[in-house]
Structures are given as C-alpha cells and as structure tokens.
C-alpha cells in the first residue's frame, strides 16, 4: 500500500475517533437545498453542540456545506424542536463519505470543529432607527451573544471574545453621513449629543478622537488573533478612520472645527486593512463616505437582476475561503445597504474576494489575514430587504429560513471554531 493511501486511510481513522469510541452513528445535518428546510437553524444546532464540548465535523463542499455531529437523543430531539432536517448514519456510511471526499480528485474537505467561539457585537446599547442583520440572525439561529461597545472597547474587554462583529457605525466621526437627511430628526439629534457625552465620559474632546481610538484597538484585536466581520458602513468607515489616523477629515457640524487642508493627499492606506487609493466624499451633505462604496455605480444593476456569484476555492488547499463560502447555491442575490459593494480595483491585492457582481466591477464580500487574525466585509444592510431605510420594520427570519445571503454570515460565525490548518496559498 503507497505512503499516499495510508495517510488517507489515517485521515479518516481520526476523524471517527471522535465520534464512533462509544457510538455505532452520527448524525448529518444536511445543508443542500433538497435536504435542509431551516439551514439558518442548522448552525445553531451546530453551535450548540460545540458548547456542549462536542466536536463538529464540517464536510465542505458536500451537500452545501454539510455538518457530521455525534449521535445522541438530546442532539436529535433538539434537531427537531428547532426544525432542523437531519438524518442518521451508520458508522459504515460516515466512513464512505468521509472516504469520497478524502479522495484527491473531489474538491472537498472535513473540518474539525472543535469549540463554540465566544461571540460579541459591537452595537450602541440603546434602540437604533435600523436593524443589523448579524444580530438578528443570530438570535434567530439561537447563537449567543455578548453586545459591547466603547467602554468594553477601551477597557480592554475584546481579549475576551473570540469573533467581533461591528455594527452599523461609522468609525470616521460623521455621525453615519446622516446629516444631509436626517439633521433634524429627533432620533440623529438624540444619538450625536449621546456620542459626544460618552466621548467626553472616556476622555477624548471629539466624537472622531473616540471613535479612532476604538478602531485602533480593533485593529491590535485582529492583529493579535482575533476574528473580525463588519457589514454595511462599518466596513469602509473603519478603513477609511485608519487611513486618516493623523488627520482631521469632518467637518464643522460633525466636529467643531475645519478639516485639514488637502486631507486627500495625508491619506495613509498602509494602515488600512481591505482598501487603497480610494477618493474621500467632501461634501457633507452627500450620504456616502468614499469611493469604495458600489451605491451610485450601480445604474446598469437592475434590482432583478442584481445578483452575486461566490468564488470557488480549493476545499483541501485553501479551506478558509471555501469555508466562507458554503452554501447551497452560488449565485447570492443582491441587496442594498449604505455601503453596498466595494469598488474592485480599489481592493488590496492581498485581499481576496469570496463574492463578486463581475459585471458591474464590485467586491461585494471580501475576507483578508491581518497579523495573527483575521477580517471579512460583507457589503449591503439586510440580505433579505433588498433597500432597508431609516425606520423600516425589521426582517422576520422565520419567512426566510434557508436564506443565502444570511447563511454567509453564519460561516463567519463557526469559523473561529475550526481547527487551524496552514493556508497552502
């Protein structure tokens, strides 16, 4: 027998350890089409698992990114008091697909999942006038999670946590670009004098001080290990708040006092973690931050036909990217958001894309390594609320259970559960 065939035999020898030592079954939670009727469920039953101290096999690239747990009546009974499609294997069938998909000549892979991840959601404590879409899949899912904000941010708290997800914020100072529209509204005066009292509670004398401070922090967190996602405006106004870590880039009614002079030209992108040579808006009133952002690109995009396509890795060679990218289809409708989608070419070539409109030239979920850590931007507000605005009822997740676009934000949230391998590419 070749060297070849005995590491693959091993292979799967050890990943049955994990579940066969005191059971002839496993489970298949299924995520294709056919098989799962709630996918979105489907992680939460997955996640429950792993905080029960059990591992989790997930078989990328079959059947949609299914999971193997290890068979139980509580896992079942669990399973379907949450709806969830499973079904029962036989150890003699789980070491046949996990065989198949060993094999060198199909792009799939077996991950070992190993703990539940500690969550936190960087979000304002009180009501916002929008929903975050993370927040509410995430308890739709059953997935805990733990919300801080800049106090927990200053004070050191992110160590604690082993995946943070920013919310709709703008890290530059401008108060979300809001002034042009919402200047009067009751809810934009309430929340400016609320950044400006914990600005000055923390110490800083502005709102843009405060929140650089912050995004630096967030930076050391992924620089030292931690997972980062961010949607929407927290995606390239963080970028965007590094950039001008020396600068002066608000204007009067956000900040008291003029911008810089030609603060273009003071940008410094090597501090950004996704984007380069992008153009910031000067015009206050204009609702939008930079040239990064799709939203006025987007003429030829008809909103039938806005879609986009995911990228197809290597599940064995580049298992992060294919694990970001499970789902059951790989064609995502599209759907709107103060930050759409990412201007391509202003992408860093470090940086790769997951998901991308290529017709119109957009990035629209991206994922990149910064130091020891790692960073995924997902553009638009509400996958399933194709223009979300200031005020409109929330997404009720029980209408979409087998949502794509939800979906990959729950591979973010089981990624810092997997068992580390060296990217080979």
């Known amino acids: 027998m070749s060297f070849r065939a005995n590491a693959r035999n091993l292979t799967i020898v050890c990943f049955f350890l994990f579940f066969l030592k005191t059971s002839a079954s496993v489970i298949l939670i299924p995520m294709d089409a056919e098989g799962q009727k709630n996918h979105l469920k489907a992680y939460g039953i997955t996640y429950w698992v792993l905080a029960k101290q059990q591992k989790v096999q997930w078989l990328l690239n079959y059947r949609g990114g ?8 509580a896992i079942r009974k669990e399973c379907q008091i949450r709806g969830v499609s499973f079904e029962v294997l036989s150890d003699g069938q789980a070491a046949q697909i996990l065989d198949d998909i060993s094999s060198p000549s199909q792009n799939q892979d077996a991950v070992i999942l190993e ?8 979000s304002p404590k009180g009501n916002q006038p929008w929903d975050d ?44 670009r809001f002034y042009g529209h919402y200047r009067a509204a009751p809810w934009y005066i309430e929340d400016k004098a609320n950044a400006e009292a914990l600005a000055q509670s923390l110490g800083y004398s502005k709102v843009s001080d405060e929140k650089l401070a912050v995004a630096l922090k967030i930076r050391n967190y992924v620089i030292g290990g931690g997972f980062m996602f961010a949607m929407c405006s927290a995606t390239d106004s963080f970028d965007i708040a590094l950039a001008a870590e020396e600068v002066d880039i608000c204007e009067p009614m956000f900040d008291g006092d003029p911008s810089d002079a030609n603060y273009q030209a003071k940008l410094d992108f090597s ?45 064995k060679w580049d298992p992060v990217p294919t694990m970001l990218t499970q789902n059951h289809t790989s064609l995502v409708k599209g759907f709107m958001g103060q930050t759409t989608a990412y201007t391509r070419n202003q992408v860093k070539p470090t940086v790769m894309v997951l998901g991308e409109n290529k017709i119109n030239g957009e990035a629209r979920y991206i994922h990149g390594i910064k130091g020891k850590g790692f960073f995924t931007f997902y553009g638009g507000h509400d996958p399933e609320d194709y223009q979300h605005r200031v005020g409109d009822p929330k997404t009720e997740l029980e209408l979409h259970p087998t949502s794509p676009g939800y979906r990959l934000i729950l591979n973010n949230v089981l990624f810092p559960a997997a068992r580390k391998k060296k990217q080979k590419t």
């Open 271 to 315: 501090n950004t973690f996704a984007f380069t040579n992008f153009t910031l808006e000067r015009n206050p009133i204009r609702y939008e931050f930079s040239s990064i952002d799709m939203t006025n690109k987007r003429s030829n995009v008809p909103r039938e036909s806005d879609y986009f396509s995911l990228m197809e890795f290597s599940a």
């Open 115 to 122: 703990k539940a991840p500690k969550i936190a959601v960087y």
């Open 66 to 73: 299914s999971f193997i747990l290890p068979d139980g009546d």
């Open 133 to 176: 879409a993370v927040t509410m899949v995430l308890t739709y899912a059953e997935i805990p999670y733990t919300t801080i904000y800049d106090t927990e941010v200053l004070g050191d708290k992110l160590a604690l946590y082993d995946w943070l997800h920013l919310h709709h914020e703008d890290f530059t100072g401008q108060y979300g």
